[in-house]
């Protein structure tokens, strides 16, 4: 199993999270590209980091929204959309070259990752993107996305996610981050829940009934009250039950 984070999603002098203490916990590191946070200094650290800790980095891309932090869909062309996502992979390509690794995976953040889930075309719009980029690279998302399916069909490796701390529809979409209860901050209960993702056992949807989902990765995320302990909690949890961390993408 691989636990995944969003990283590097400070801007200037405004810091989100602790990236450092949370790449001694995660197998892979979703990197900010500059797009919905994130900078050029910040970059060059966290590639740094992630390259010596053996972490694998992802490049996290998002619609060009700093003020929103990529959490409002926009309504871009595709082909500026693939021209965006393929800017933002070369660019953490270089921080990563620099630090001695190189970018493994591609994750869309925050609204993109949710419209992507139903909009056929900007999913095939991202989907150019990594093809044109390296069809060698693997992309992660939600189960039953457009994004993935669009993605198999291109050729290129999907990799199932599931998040650790928010609440899920009985479809198995997530709920929206603007109804209460979406986004979980009990560390024990996050770490269950994690449990029983990772060894094929359901969890509790938000209208209480059970949900069985089969990821490849849990994201862990870094922005919310407490991340790194919930972190820990989840990887002592997982690694207590028998479960192998590592990361998905070599």
Not at 11 to 40: I, K, M, Y
Request: aromatic share 6%.
């Amino acid at each position: 199993m691989d636990l995944n984070s969003d990283l590097g999603e400070g801007f200037g002098q405004w810091r989100l999270g602790d990236d450092e203490a949370l790449l001694d916990v995660v197998t892979s590191a979703n990197v900010a590209c500059g797009f919905h946070a994130s900078d050029p200094s910040i970059m060059y650290r966290v590639c740094a980091r992630a390259a010596e800790t053996g972490v694998a980095i992802g490049a996290q891309v998002g619609y060009r929204d700093l003020a929103g932090f990529g959490r409002r869909f926009i309504d871009v062309e595709p082909d500026e959309l693939t021209a965006d996502v393929l800017y933002q992979i070369g660019a953490l390509e270089a921080f990563a070259k620099v630090a001695g690794s190189r970018v493994r995976y591609v994750k869309p953040h925050g609204a993109l990752y949710n419209t992507i889930v139903t909009h056929e075309e900007q999913a095939a719009a991202v989907v150019r993107a990594v093809v044109e980029y390296d069809r060698e690279l693997p992309v992660l998302g939600l189960p039953g996305s457009a994004w993935l399916r669009l993605a198999d069909e291109a050729g290129l490796t999907t990799v199932a996610e599931a998040f650790a701390d928010r609440e899920y529809t009985p479809e198995g979409t997530l709920v929206s981050r603007r109804l209460p209860g979406a986004v979980l901050h009990d560390p024990g209960e996050i770490a269950r829940r994690c449990v029983a993702m990772a060894t094929g056992e359901p969890v509790t949807d938000v209208e209480g009934g059970l949900l069985r989902l089969a990821p490849d990765s849990i994201c862990v995320h870094g922005d919310t009250p407490g991340a790194v302990a919930i972190a820990r909690q989840v990887r002592e949890a997982l690694t207590a039950a028998g479960v192998s961390l590592a990361p998905f993408a070599a």
